[in-house]
């Protein structure tokens, strides 16, 4: 995996749901709540459109991943007032966590975009930790919909959604082990990136086919993208740090 490869896939995601935002007016990640959410919706969504394109290009990647990285730390605190309101509700403290993993390939991308400094490579370490943290999160909120998550699975694999639905949450679960002990965390996050665009191509893709009205469809499908352009990037970072 080229470290060019990942963030070509984070910079795409972001501009797609930029312009699915835009087209189907409607606030697909965040959880803006207080008066001016028109306003914050177009903002943000230029902003994810800008970063986007901005982050494609090397003499402008740290201000893509800039840009990005604030997008989704607004993103994430947009739903603490939900977990102020039903703190003993997973799912709220699972939507800060799904914006976070973005965060953390926007802190990446912008560090290797940027001198090696301590303070750079601090922020990579951290964004590391958290990265994993949130893989864990990923796992924990899918013991918690352990019905819907088999859903989603086509039924044309074998053996069946449930079957799956366990090994993807051991899978992620394992995965945030290994980012936050660091023991085989390259392997971890390349093999976590690999699952996160498989759920992507077969899952996402023929499920946006069959149902494209439905807001949540292109709102977990492209972030599924984003996710995975953002644990790309980590998986390029930790390869970087091991053949360098």
């Not at 800008?50 to 607004?74: D, T």
């Amino acid at each position: 995996m080229k470290y060019a490869a990942g963030r070509h896939v984070f910079g795409v995601a972001s501009i797609l749901l930029g312009i699915a935002n835009l087209a189907l007016h409607d606030q697909l990640t965040s959880n803006w709540t207080l008066p001016g959410d028109a306003v914050f919706l177009i903002v943000a969504s230029v902003a994810q459109i800008s970063g986007g394109i901005a982050i494609q290009f090397r003499k402008m990647e740290r201000w893509g991943a800039l840009i990005l990285g604030c997008v989704y730390l607004i993103f994430a605190f947009s739903w603490v007032p939900s977990i102020v309101a039903q703190p003993g509700v997973y799912y709220t403290w699972g939507n800060i966590f799904y914006r976070l993993a973005s965060v953390c390939g926007a802190a990446v991308a912008y560090c290797m975009a940027v001198p090696a400094t301590p303070n750079a490579k601090l922020i990579c370490k951290v964004s590391v930790v958290l990265q994993g943290l949130c893989y864990a999160s990923f796992a924990i909120e899918q013991v918690e919909y352990l019905a819907r998550t088999s859903d989603l699975v086509p039924k044309w694999v074998p053996p069946n959604g449930m079957f799956w639905t366990w090994a993807t949450t051991v899978a992620f679960g394992l995965a945030g082990v290994s980012l936050v002990t660091g023991f085989k965390a390259l392997l971890a996050a390349r093999l976590t990136t690999l699952m996160l665009v498989i759920f992507v191509v077969a899952i996402w893709i023929p499920t946006l086919i069959a149902d494209p009205k439905t807001h949540s469809n292109w709102a977990e499908g492209i972030e599924t993208l984003l996710i995975a352009g953002a644990g790309w990037i980590v998986a390029d970072y930790l390869g970087r740090k091991t053949t360098g």
